[in-house]
Antibody
């Protein structure tokens, strides 16, 4: 069974850092572009970062550029999101999602999410 | 304000057909694939219509997607109570160099 499981969320003070992880099982991340999408309380889905299957292409939404870093470890079938200088507005459920490199244009699998709460 | 525009709500009686629109621009929907996702509270979002406007395996044929120019639509026929959920469209935006989602449409089955 294809599965993505996020972890690393929690309550964190503004200005601090947090690292999210996404573990894949039932398939290998090789060949998949990977993404982080978040949903703030009462709001819609918001894409925040992408990394290509070979690490060569990385994209971020403007609001997290310079603060968040997406990375991956294909050998360990994992995706990461390093979040620095956290702000109140980063409070959200964070989802990882996969996109087949040979069938682009949609997020075919999603995790259940990990909740990040930024508050003093 | 989302880059892709969806109505905030839609509704229909069981058995009816509803359509949810998604309006974009030349830098996203007109130039790139559009996909649709169903999101139930507390669950992972689920791919409903892929970038080829096809249903992934397991998605009922009551769901269909279309695209024309800078707009796309999701149609749900034979509404069931289990279809109550939030629905989102998404596309790559070549001007922003990032993915964009619609604001989401909350579907209520009356």
């Amino acid at each position: 069974e294809v599965q993505l499981v996020e972890s690393g969320g929690g309550l964190i003070r503004p200005g601090r850092s947090l690292r999210l992880s996404c573990a894949a099982s039932g398939f290998t991340l090789n060949g998949y572009n990977m993404h982080w999408v978040r949903q703030a309380p009462g709001k819609g889905l918001e894409w925040i970062a992408s990394i290509s299957s070979d690490h060569t292409a990385i994209f971020y939404i403007d609001s997290v550029k310079g603060r968040f870093t997406i990375s991956r470890d294909n050998a360990n079938n994992s995706l990461f999101l390093q979040m620095d200088s956290l702000r109140d507005e980063d409070t959200a459920m964070y989802y990882c999602a996969s996109e087949k490199g040979w069938d682009l244009g949609h997020f075919d699998s999603w995790g259940q999410g990990t909740l990040v709460t930024v508050s003093s | 304000q989302s880059v892709l525009t969806q109505p905030p709500s839609a509704s229909g009686a069981p058995g009816q057909r509803v359509t949810i629109s998604c309006s974009g621009s030349t830098s996203n929907i007109k130039s790139h694939a559009v996909s649709w996702y169903q999101h139930l509270p507390g669950a992972a979002p689920k791919l409903l219509i892929n970038g080829h406007l096809q249903r992934p395996s397991g998605v009922p044929d009551r769901f269909s997607g279309s695209k024309s120019g800078t707009s796309a639509s999701l149609a749900i026929s034979g509404l069931l109570s289990e279809d109550e959920a939030d629905y989102y469209c998404a596309s790559w935006d070549g001007s922003l160099n990032g993915w964009v989602f619609g604001g989401g449409t909350k579907l209520t089955v009356l």
